[in-house]
């Protein structure tokens, strides 16, 4: 089988990890980058062109697409799809799980625990968001961020406020959540393929951080989860259309709080902590797809 990994750095850990289980698999494996495509849009033949030559003998396409390329990255899984070759991360829910507003209302009308969050576009509203999620301090999020970039916690209201006008005045669009203190500065990361939970780990901050990103210096360890925990994961990857993904979870007293749930999940992280080839996993699941 031929399987493409869209990426737009082949030496990227996850990148390589996929070749590697691929290729191991007896796959002929290849990496295209996602920006470089040029999409034929034309009635009854759709077709990519990569490099001046159109992709041929392709069985099947891993997405490996980052948040600020969502748009035209998004384009090309979907013209795969029209293709009709497998894509082990369907077009329309790595476009839900980009959306953070959007993620979160279809897991909270899935009745999926998650901290209380506010969403707001006029600042004459500002004391009312802070005092819907329970007051400061609160989590303010900007919905393009990623890996904590544009995640702020602000220890008072007016600081609170301050930060929000300003992200107002930029015309950005955030949300408010409220703090987990109990979370001491963690976070859990089930990693979802086809339905079953291969790895999970604990990522801790840095102390005097409260982000627990492994980008930001936090610390990865294995964890088991609860069976409460491993519901919680599968049932957001669910809901969310996602046969791969990371659901990022708070432990809290009043059980596990989805944050995140992520459509490209690294993997060095999660495989350094669990020692779990989740590399094969993700090639054991295409074979399953490409093969019925």
Not at 37 to 42: A, D, S
Not at 167 to 172: G, K
Not at 198 to 211: I, P, T
């Amino acid at each position: 089988m031929k399987i493409a990994i869209l990426s737009r750095n082949a030496k990227l850990y996850s990148t390589r990890r996929l070749m590697e289980a691929g290729e191991q698999r007896g796959h002929e494996m290849v990496v295209l980058d996602h920006l470089k495509c040029v999409l034929v849009i034309e009635q009854g033949r759709p077709h990519i062109f990569y490099s001046d030559k159109e992709i041929k003998g392709v069985d099947a396409v891993i997405p490996r697409i980052g948040s600020s390329v969502t748009f035209y990255g998004t384009a090309v899984v979907r013209q795969f799809e029209m293709m009709k070759i497998f894509t082990a991360v369907e077009s329309q829910a790595l476009v839900r799980s980009r959306d953070k507003l959007r993620s979160l209302q279809i897991l909270a009308r899935a009745g999926i625990g998650m901290p209380k969050t506010a969403f707001a576009s006029t600042p004459k509203d500002i004391d009312n968001i802070i005092k819907q999620v329970g007051g400061a301090p609160v989590v303010i999020k900007l919905l393009e961020g990623t890996q904590g970039i544009g995640v702020i916690l602000t220890e008072t209201h007016k600081a609170a406020k301050s930060v929000i006008e300003a992200f107002l005045e930029l015309d950005a669009n955030i949300l408010v959540q409220e703090f987990i203190k109990e979370s001491k500065g963690a976070d859990i990361r089930a990693f979802v393929v086809d339905g079953q939970v291969v790895g999970a780990m604990r990522r801790q901050a840095l102390e005097g951080e409260f982000r627990s990103n492994l980008h930001r210096g936090g610390k990865a360890t294995l964890i088991q989860l609860t069976p409460e925990e491993k519901a919680t994961a599968l049932l957001s990857a669910k809901k969310l259309g996602l046969a791969i993904a990371g659901v990022d979870m708070l432990q809290s007293d009043r059980g596990p709080l989805v944050m995140e749930v992520n459509s490209s999940p690294g993997l060095e992280g999660i495989e350094g902590a669990t020692k779990v080839d989740i590399a094969s996993k993700i090639i054991e699941y295409v074979e399953r797809n490409e093969f019925q």
